[in-house]
C-alpha cells in the first residue's frame, strides 16, 4: 500500500513559509510610502528614487562591483588552474588537496574575518581594497575550484592526448580543447563567486578600512538606527541582483550538463 501520508507536504509548506515570507515582506515594504514600516501607506517608488540620489550608497555600489569582479576574476584564475593541475598529480594527494581547498567555505565566516584580521595585521598590510580583495578571493576560489573540477572529470582525456599525438603543444591544447569544454563550468563558478563576494559583510567588517564601504556593510550600519524603507529597497536590489547571478550560473551549469 502506497504511503498517503501528508507530512512531506506539511513541512514542505512549513519551509517555504519560514524561508521565504521575510523576503516577500522584505520587497513588498520597499514600496510602502509611509517612512514606517509597520504602518502600511500605499505603493511608491519614493525609496527606490531616494536610492539614486544617495551618493554613499553610490559609492558603497561601486567598491562593492569592483571588489566583485577582482576577487572573481582572481579566483577564476586560481581556481581553473588548480583545477587543471589536481588532474595531473596522485590519487592520494588529489584527496587531501581537494578537501583542504575546501576549508574556506566551511569555516564559519566570523572565524574566516578573525584569521584574516590577525594574519593581514601581523604582516603590516593597510586595511582597504587590498585585503578585502584578497579574503574574497580565497573563500571564491572553492566555487570555481569545484565547478571545473566536475567538468574535467567528466571530460574525456583521450581528445586530448589525440591533440598532442599530432603535434599540439600543451599551450594549444589547452586553448583549443580543454577551456572551451570548461568554459562553461567556469562562467558558472564565475557569477557564483560574484554573488558571494558581492552579498558578504561578516568577513569584509574585519577586514576592510575606514574610508572603503561595501553596499552589504553599508546595509548593516544603517540597520543600527532601525529598518527603513530606504533599507528595503536596497535589500530588494541586492536580492534581485543576487538571484539574477545564480539564475544565470544554474542555467550555464545545466547548458553544460
Given at each position: 500500500m502506497r504511503n498517503r501520508t501528508k507530512l512531506p507536504i506539511i513541512y514542505l509548506t512549513v519551509f517555504l513559509i519560514i524561508t521565504y515570507i521575510p523576503i516577500i515582506l522584505t520587497v513588498i515594504y520597499s514600496f510602502n510610502e509611509s517612512k514606517i514600516t509597520s504602518v502600511w501607506g500605499g505603493w511608491s517608488l519614493s525609496w527606490y528614487q531616494q536610492l539614486l540620489h544617495d551618493r554613499d550608497i553610490k559609492e558603497a555600489l561601486i567598491n562593492s562591483l569592483v571588489l566583485a569582479f577582482l576577487s572573481c576574476m582572481a579566483a577564476v584564475f586560481i581556481g581553473t588552474l588548480g583545477a587543471?593541475?589536481?588532474?595531473?598529480i596522485k590519487r592520494?594527494?588529489?584527496?587531501?588537496?581537494?578537501?583542504?581547498?575546501?576549508?574556506?567555505?566551511?569555516?564559519?565566516?566570523?572565524?574566516?574575518?578573525?584569521?584574516?584580521?590577525?594574519?593581514?595585521?601581523?604582516?603590516?598590510?593597510?586595511?582597504?581594497?587590498?585585503?578585502?580583495?584578497?579574503?574574497?578571493?580565497?573563500?571564491?576560489?572553492?566555487?570555481?575550484?569545484?565547478?571545473?573540477?566536475?567538468?574535467?572529470?567528466?571530460?574525456?582525456?583521450?581528445?586530448e592526448e589525440a591533440?598532442?599525438?599530432?603535434?599540439?603543444?600543451?599551450?594549444?591544447?589547452?586553448?583549443?580543447?580543454?577551456?572551451?569544454?570548461?568554459?562553461?563550468?567556469?562562467?558558472?563558478?564565475?557569477?557564483?563567486?560574484?554573488?558571494?563576494?558581492?552579498?558578504?559583510?561578516?568577513?569584509?567588517?574585519?577586514?576592510?578600512?575606514?574610508?572603503?564601504?561595501?553596499?552589504?556593510?553599508?546595509?548593516?550600519?544603517?540597520?543600527?538606527?532601525?529598518?527603513?524603507?530606504?533599507?528595503?529597497?536596497l535589500a530588494s536590489i541586492m536580492l534581485a541582483v543576487t538571484v539574477i547571478l545564480l539564475v544565470l550560473s544554474g542555467q550555464i551549469n545545466k547548458r553544460r550538463r
Open positions: 587543471i593541475g589536481m588532474t595531473k592520494k594527494a588529489n584527496g587531501f588537496v581537494e578537501y583542504f581547498s575546501m576549508i574556506p567555505i566551511m569555516i564559519p565566516e566570523i572565524i574566516l574575518g578573525m584569521v584574516f584580521l590577525a594574519t593581514f595585521s601581523f604582516m603590516g598590510l593597510p586595511f582597504g581594497m587590498t585585503t578585502l580583495v584578497i579574503a574574497h578571493t580565497s573563500f571564491c576560489i572553492p566555487y570555481i575550484f569545484m565547478m571545473v573540477r566536475a567538468s574535467l572529470i567528466g571530460m574525456d582525456i583521450s581528445i591533440a598532442r599525438d599530432l603535434g599540439a603543444s600543451s599551450i594549444r591544447v589547452f586553448f583549443d580543447i580543454t577551456f572551451p569544454l570548461i568554459r562553461p563550468a567556469v562562467l558558472s563558478g564565475m557569477l557564483l563567486s560574484f554573488a558571494m563576494s558581492f552579498d558578504d559583510v561578516v568577513i569584509s567588517i574585519f577586514v576592510t578600512g575606514p574610508k572603503v564601504n561595501t553596499l552589504p556593510i553599508k546595509i548593516y550600519t544603517r540597520l543600527k538606527t532601525g529598518v527603513t524603507p530606504e533599507i528595503n529597497a
